[in-house]
């Protein structure tokens, strides 16, 4: 998803920097494996050296570079080896290696590269420079906050590194770091960051950090923050996955049930209402618990969740102003869970979504894409709105998605 962001003075009609149209938030992104701390560790395994590819597509964006390298169908990316997890930023994106080595490409001048060069590499992957003896078992299964880049080490701490302007890095200062740095929080089992804040249960407790636009920390405030605070209403609940866009945010319970709290104003929260934001999590109805959710969305005119229930059907709440809800029969926005559908004969295993672009993974390995293409977000070789899901690739097994891009994983057959 993107996102634009805002000062601490700023109001909900105001921005502390320009952007597109669709513009600079993090927004959904799923680790199409399930990982977690204990399943991702399992994938680092030793390997022989080898080199495999990613495939991306739409555009990155930064302060004051928007746009750049664009694709409106998918590239490939090189890796020095097996990809284990890709993840993305409204900037760059990152290929997680099963050696416990991660890699970057995109846009650098905020240290997002993590390489401390500070420069672009949008086509050459970069390697992240962590301390040495230092593995990633995963990165977050939802995506990077602006600019910004989060990472788990096997040892269960968090990482982090790139802009901080709001101190969403949880380091009590708003200082860049342009390569990776201990963060406050260990026994770290989920993490997701978008905007300028994010989230983090370690321990069993869920922090927040960063900006509170539209109480998108769930502490029950609208106050910033650069050092971390609880979120509301979820001690003593086992998180399985915490979810990050624009201005809000969500935690995915062991039980199935599903809190999302942070901005309102196209029924982003499920609640039945419009407009009325919520600064501590709100229980999402649905009929059967959730498997796995996606939350995106971009600025204040925008921002939808895909979601997939215990049973494999498919629901949407929020904006659906470019069909990103799957519902090609309206564009009304909703503010209760609807249901979709996959096309006929085909059966969803994972979904993602970006600004106001959705995406699946079939069983079959095939990648669809529906919602708003001004970037080519879609991937379907052109920039007009995807009104019915388009079929871009095959053979995926992963998918990562923010603001106006998305990278896959596409194993080679041996």
């Not at 995963?138 to 590194?161: C, E, H, N, Q, S």
């Amino acid at each position: 998803m993107d996102r634009i962001r805002f000062s601490s003075r700023a109001t909900a009609a105001g921005s502390r920097r320009a952007g597109p149209t669709l513009c600079a938030a993090a927004v959904a992104a799923v680790f199409l494996a399930g990982c977690t701390a204990s399943h991702a560790s399992a994938q680092l395994t030793a390997a022989r050296p080898a080199t495999s590819t990613v495939e991306r597509w739409g555009s990155f964006f930064a302060d004051g570079i928007l746009n750049t390298d664009t694709a409106v169908s998918p590239v490939k990316v090189s890796l020095p080896g097996t990809v284990a997890q890709v993840g993305s930023s409204n900037s760059t994106e990152y290929a997680l290696l099963t050696n416990g080595s991660l890699y970057a490409w995109g846009l650098g001048a905020q240290g997002e590269l993590g390489n401390g060069a500070m420069a672009d590499s949008p086509a050459r992957a970069v390697r992240v420079t962590f301390p040495a003896g230092v593995k990633i078992a995963y990165i977050p299964a939802d995506v990077m906050p602006y600019d910004t880049a989060l990472a788990v080490d096997t040892k269960g701490r968090a990482w982090g590194w790139g802009d901080n302007a709001f101190g969403e890095l949880c380091l009590g200062d708003n200082a860049i770091r342009s390569t990776p740095v201990p963060l406050p929080f260990t026994h770290v089992t989920t993490l997701a960051g978008a905007a300028d804040h994010d989230l983090y249960d370690a321990g069993g407790t869920v922090y927040a950090c960063g900006q509170n636009v539209e109480g998108d920390l769930g502490d029950g405030s609208r106050a910033n923050t650069t050092t971390p605070v609880k979120v509301a209403g979820l001690d003593g609940s086992e998180v399985v996955r915490l979810v990050t866009s624009f201005a809000n945010s969500g935690a995915l319970l062991a039980s199935g049930q599903y809190y999302d709290w942070g901005y309102d104003g196209q029924g982003q929260l499920g609640d039945g209402s419009f407009g009325l934001s919520s600064d501590v999590p709100v229980h999402v109805r649905l009929p059967r618990g959730v498997r796995q959710v996606a939350l995106g969305g971009s600025v204040f005119t925008n921002g939808q969740t895909v979601a997939m229930l215990s049973d494999g059907s498919l629901w949407s709440w929020g904006d659906n102003h470019g069909y990103q809800l799957g519902r090609p029969a309206t564009k009304a926005p909703q503010a209760t869970p609807q249901r979709f559908a996959a096309p006929r004969g085909v059966t969803y295993r994972f979904l993602a979504t970006g600004a106001a672009t959705s995406y699946a993974i079939s069983t079959t390995g095939n990648v669809y894409a529906w919602g708003v293409s001004y970037e080519g977000q879609a991937g379907a070789g052109n920039y007009r709105i995807a009104r019915v899901p388009v079929l871009i690739a095959r053979g995926a097994t992963q998918i990562s998605a923010t603001a106006n891009n998305a990278v896959i994983d596409v194993p080679r057959k041996k």
